[in-house]
């Protein structure tokens, strides 16, 4: 068996994502950064490893690429089950997959890089343009996601009760890409509070993209 690589990038959510999960299992890796700015994941030694080009992409023990991070984070699940991202019951585990995937889904492919910078090339999108079609689609899922997140019994210190799942990992990481695009956080008291609570936890902190090798 070999060892575990995470190909990844500092500054992407997806790849903090990942980074957050890994930490939580305590699963030892090797990190390989991709500067997503200057095109490195679109070279010929990357796209050997995923050919879709994006991240992250972990590499497993025995070989296996995994892109995606949702997938990523339910394959850690399984492969190292303490401590569980996902509840034991099935309304549980359908409740974090749908928060996971508001942010996941609905909010990161409009917003990520590549999206961004197609805005840029093909209709000359500028520097506040940007910053204000990202915010807007923050606003279009934060909006349901706080109603839905204050008003349920579920919700505890976490996004589901007292335990650490995908969806806080997912909602971790879009707060702190909010933050580049000076989203104001004021509206949405419940997730700042979650993602307060969370940022406590070293595994989380110590993901962040400003601790990262390649954030100098």
Known sequence: MGEIVLHNYFRSSTSYRVRIALA????????????????????ESYLGVNPQGLMPALVWSDGTMIAQSLAILEFLDEVHPEPALLPTDRHGRARVRMIAQMIGCDIHPVNNLRVLNELRKRYGADDGEIASWFRHWVAATFEALETMLATSSETGRYCHGDQVTIADLCLVAQVTNNARFE???????????????????PAFANSAPAKQPDAA
């Open 183 to 201: 989203v104001d956080m004021a509206p949405y008291p419940t997730i700042a509070a979650i993602n307060a609570a969370c940022m406590e936890i």
């Open 24 to 43: 939580l299992k305590g699963i030892d890796y090797r990190y390989v950064a991709h500067n997503l700015r200057t095109g490195e994941h679109r070279e």
